[in-house]
């Protein structure tokens, strides 16, 4: 399948709207890549590149291996999935996803029987004849993959393909699309901002920001050790809890990490002192994800960070506290609290160290 390479890519629409700044990304043979990141950022302008609907203003777009940057779209063995499918109306379920095959002048018996296939893979071999008007939102996305894989693509490009679709479907075909592209075995680039989307179906992720990208690497990576501060604010819910602090390493070997009015005594040999250790003098940023912190009794012995609850917020299978810990808020997983009899007294926090991240600049550039 096609291996996707971009270089340097950089997009200038005529207006002098910087829209892809400088771009470096491969994508393996075979790889569910997500492209994440806010409305605007950039992220429709690299798929469209890719497949040749806009040129680069300066870079490389390299498919299999090969400069493509002046092939055209046609040539370029890649099929594309909307977000409004981009059915047509007046043609059968079965002309469309026959349709690619017919331009490209593929004889009618080995067509009907590659549609046949096609359909009956996706489950919607029993609506050939129904024209999309008479298809469900789900049928319609079927379809839609149909026609894009009915020509066997090496790439596939998704440009948000689910986001008119009620959140039940979305759950269902997310699932049901990366499972596809695998089972296929097909290079994907799928475009979402729904983070969600994007964890669950990626084999990696990249996250942009202003044409700019920002992160690459598993969903694992990207959520538990994120590059920028902008992905550490941008990936998760409950954000994660990004906390100035100031670091001081003592020459008797341990470090004071202050956070906010609080001062922690780590010991030396403790893996948050030696996260922050060459930080000495400075003030940083530390990020700490809401599951990470341990509720305990707020006067437990040791290295704990302290606060009052200000609120509670259940979800069912959760109930997060928004504490104030002095200056700041921050907000942690609660186990074991009640929805109905809610505990807001005072809270210790321990091994918040955990996933802790030391990001340096201010937590405002993470807005
Ligand atoms: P969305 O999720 O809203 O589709 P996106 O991340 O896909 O956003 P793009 O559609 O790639 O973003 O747009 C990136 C930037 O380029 C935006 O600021 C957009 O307004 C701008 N842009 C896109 N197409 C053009 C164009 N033809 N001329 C000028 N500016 C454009």
Redo the contacts with the bound molecule.
């Keep these: 399948m096609t291996t996707v390479a971009l270089k340097d890519v950089t997009k200038v ?3 002098g ?1 910087v ?1 892809v700044d400088s771009i470096n990304l491969d994508v393996n043979d075979g790889e569910f890549m997500v492209l994440l ?1 806010p ?7 690299v798929l469209r590149m890719i497949a040749g609907l806009e040129d680069p203003t300066s870079g490389a777009v390299l498919l299999g291996g090969e400069l493509a940057n002046d092939l055209p779209p046609r040539e370029r063995r890649v099929a594309m999935v909307f977000q409004d499918f981009a059915l047509y109306p007046h043609m059968t379920v079965g002309d469309n996803i026959a349709f690619p095959l017919r331009l490209a002048g593929v004889e009618p018996t080995p067509r009907g029987e590659r549609v046949t296939d096609v359909a009956s893979a996706l489950g919607i071999g029993d609506v050939l004849g129904r024209k999309p008007s008479q298809l469900s939102g789900g049928q319609r996305q079927r379809v839609a993959m149909g026609r894009a894989i009915v020509r066997r693509p090496g790439l596939f490009l998704m440009d948000e393909p689910l986001s008119n679709l009620d959140s039940g479907l979305r759950a269902e075909l997310r699932a049901e699309i990366s499972g596809l592209t695998r089972e296929l075995g097909v290079t994907t680039v799928y ?1 979402t ?1 729904d983070q969600a989307e994007a964890l669950t179906m990626a084999d990696r992720v990249a996250i942009m920001r202003k044409g700019v990208l920002q992160d690459v690497g598993t969903p694992t990576q990207v959520y538990g050790r994120p590059a920028t501060l902008y992905v550490a604010a941008f990936l998760g819910s409950p954000r994660m809890n990004l906390l100035e602090a100031s670091v001081y390493v003592h020459l008797d070997r341990y470090v004071t990490l202050t956070l906010g009015e609080q001062a922690l005594y780590l010991p030396w040999d403790d893996i948050r002192s030696r996260a922050v250790a060459h930080y000495h003098g400075e003030r940083i940023v530390v990020g700490m994800r809401a599951e990470a912190l341990t509720p305990v009794a707020p006067d437990s012995p040791g290295d704990v960070l302290r606060g009052r609850i200000r609120y509670l917020e259940h979800h069912g299978h959760e109930s997060l506290a928004f504490l104030d810990i002095g200056a700041t808020a921050i907000v942690v997983d609660e186990l074991g609290v009640r929805p109905d009899n809610p505990d807001t007294g005072q809270r210790g926090l321990r091994r918040f160290g955990q996933v802790m991240q030391r990001f340096t600049g201010r937590t405002s550039e993470g807005e």
């Design positions: 629409f005529k207006d709207t829209a990141g409305s605007g950022c950039g992220k429709s302008t475009v901002h």
